[in-house]
């Protein structure tokens, strides 16, 4: 009975060692849990998030700078004031000044964002003048809002032709880097994501330091691929083949997976 009765207060805290969970009423979802931080209105950011509405002073703050990045497409980075990013309590209660953003190209979504910096690769962009937005979210996907407007920012970029880039932000244009090339990587590796599952099944890939790799990645949903201890990132169309080239200049074992479905996509090993 002790046994038991100390598992159940593990369970009722914080999972034991495990992120911390929030517990709804039956039939409530994240999105309609008011919490106690701020006011939930009943408008939402335009793709179904309800606004979290918080007083001006002390509330979260974005920026966004766009920057063309020396292999393919861009470098966003995310400045923030009173916000940090909680990616291991997403989809729990929303606590104040916490949780994640979302990437927009022209009001489609692009990305959900962890952190500061993120990768978008040039074949993602359409050829043309585009807008690209930021939003701040909480852990319970609600977003945050000052006078019953999303905490956003927004930026300029520019692809000047299909695959190429001319980006752009505060003004500044500099030139199109080419879009990523498969037969310039020392290794190809190749992965398809249809119904939850990896084909090849996930392995290691050994390489060499200073090797280059393209990682080309299909996938049946919209989804965003994420290699760690790089902190590359490529946004992944539902349907379309997106590839990624990374140098790799780091040693070390770094994984390879998928944000929104959390798949192991391939290790690599860098000797």
Not at 62 to 68: D, I, T
Not at 74 to 103: C, E, I
Not at 183 to 211: F, I, M, N, W, Y
């Amino acid at each position: 009975m002790l046994a038991v009765a100390l598992l159940l207060a593990c369970g009722a805290a914080t999972g034991c060692g495990g992120r911390a969970t929030t517990h709804h009423k039956p039939g409530t979802s994240h999105e309609q849990a008011s919490g106690n931080v701020g006011t939930l209105l009943t408008t939402d950011d335009g793709a179904g998030h309800r606004l979290r509405e918080v007083p001006a002073q002390g509330a979260p703050e974005v920026q966004l700078a766009v920057r063309p990045d020396s292999e393919d497409g861009w470098n966003l980075q995310l400045t923030v004031k009173n916000y940090r990013f909680t990616p291991d309590s997403t989809g729990g209660a929303a606590l104040p000044g916490a949780g994640h953003a979302h990437l927009e190209l022209d009001g489609r979504k692009v990305a959900r964002l962890y952190g500061p910096w993120f990768h978008l690769p040039a074949a993602q962009v359409p050829e043309g003048a585009h807008t690209l937005t930021v939003r701040l979210y909480a852990d319970d996907h609600t977003a945050w809002a000052v006078s019953g407007k999303p905490v956003e920012a927004t930026a300029q970029l520019t692809a000047t032709t299909p695959g190429t880039s001319a980006g752009h932000s505060h003004g500044e244009t500099e030139a199109a880097p080419k879009p990523p090339d498969p037969q310039q990587a020392d290794r190809t590796v190749t992965v398809t994501v249809r119904d939850g599952k990896v084909s090849p099944a996930p392995a290691r890939t050994e390489l060499r330091r200073g090797e280059r790799v393209a990682l080309r990645v299909t996938s049946d949903r919209a989804d965003t691929l994420h290699v760690h201890g790089y902190d590359k990132e490529l946004a992944l169309p539902a349907g379309q083949e997106a590839t990624l080239i990374l140098t790799a200049d780091r040693t070390g074992l770094f994984e390879v997976e998928t944000h929104e479905s959390n798949l192991v996509l391939t290790q690599l090993l860098v000797r």
